[in-house]
């Protein structure tokens, strides 16, 4: 699988469903440049059981991706009514109504595999004939990506392994942190923690005061 990080984002214009309701033909990240950072993840599909409980998840604590400057972007291999369709749906009916951050739909498996997070590959048979090997949807892909478009952090779960909401907020409060103080952020670090100065003698003090 291959490491985006310190790399820029894949670019790409799909069609996606905006505001819970609206279909756009060309969204892109590119819309974000110089003005938000991006959580952009992958999900494997509408109308399955992990995937509404991480976009209601990250529904619920949107406003917090906002006091950072980060939008929330989703994105799976469904069509944009399919993505529709899930989210006019009562959630008491498996659906996801009330979600507002964009989902970008990837039928052509195109994004996917640009992120290098598709559960299969196409090859030819003997025949000569294009087929996939695998499974034609995304696993659950995860990237932080800056307002200068770098990628930053990036985690890939398996489909049965649903991701933490919370964790994806720290590491971009880690993001900001470094960018602010010039300090990294040592091992389970949260805000309001120290940092440590990136010398020698940073480390040395932080691991003595342990």
């Not at 819970?20 to 279909?23: H, L, Q, V």
């Not at 939008?71 to 989703?74: F, P, T």
């Given at each position: 699988?291959?490491?985006l990080v310190g790399k820029t984002a894949p670019v790409f214009k799909a069609k996606a469903v905006v505001d819970?309701?609206?279909?756009v033909n060309n969204f892109s990240l590119d819309d974000f440049a110089g003005k938000k950072n991006v959580i952009f993840f992958f999900y494997p599909a509408d109308f399955t059981f992990v995937c509404p409980t991480e976009i209601i998840a990250f529904q619920e604590k949107i406003g917090e991706f906002e006091k950072r400057d980060t939008?929330?972007?989703?994105v799976s291999v469904d069509s944009e009514f399919s993505h529709w369709k899930w989210l006019q749906t009562p959630r008491n009916?498996?659906?996801i109504k009330g979600v507002t951050f964009p989902?970008?739909?990837d039928p052509t498996l195109t994004i996917s595999k640009s992120y290098d997070v598709l559960a299969g590959d196409f090859d030819y048979d003997d025949e000569g004939e294009l087929?996939?090997?695998g499974n034609p949807q995304a696993y659950r892909g995860l990237f932080l990506i800056d307002k200068a478009g770098i990628v930053r952090h990036q985690v890939v779960n398996d489909m049965p392994l649903g991701r933490n909401?919370?964790?994806a907020l720290r590491v971009i409060d880690a993001l900001?942190?470094?960018q602010e103080n010039g300090e990294v952020c040592p091992a389970n670090w949260h805000k309001g923690d120290k940092g440590v100065p990136p010398t020698q003698e940073g480390i040395s003090s932080y691991l003595a005061g342990k």
């Open positions: 699988m291959a490491v819970g309701s609206k279909i939008a929330v972007v989703g009916e498996g659906g989902l970008v739909a087929i996939f090997n909401i919370d964790e900001i942190f470094f």
